[in-house]
């Protein structure tokens, strides 16, 4: 996965990958089931560039309103991509 990222975060239309915590129970082992990629190209686009074993199972354009999120100033001309994994 983290190769993936890395590759992902490398195009020239990507502007930063975060990595969303979305669980905590063990210090050691944060848990996440989400990955934002902040970009001008559609969640179509972006669940394109995974490769098929790690796609992710649903891709959707910007933040879930009812979640709280660390501020973070989102890139001119771009938006964040959600990347959702079950």
């Known amino acids: 996965m983290h190769e993936a990222l890395k590759r992902i975060a490398e195009r020239p239309d990507v502007a930063d990958v975060r990595i969303q915590i979305t ?17 001008s190209s559609t969640p179509e686009e972006v669940l394109e560039w995974f490769p098929e074993d790690l796609a992710p199972d ?20 771009t938006r964040p991509i959600a990347c959702w994994w079950d």
Do not use: H, K, L
Not at 23 to 39: G, I, K, R, Y
Not at 58 to 77: H, L
């Open 23 to 39: 669980q905590f129970d063990d210090p050691e082992w944060p848990f996440s089931d989400t990955v934002f990629v902040f970009t």
């Open 58 to 77: 649903e891709t959707w354009d910007g933040f879930d309103p009812s979640v709280r999120y660390e501020p973070y100033a989102v890139p001119n001309g």
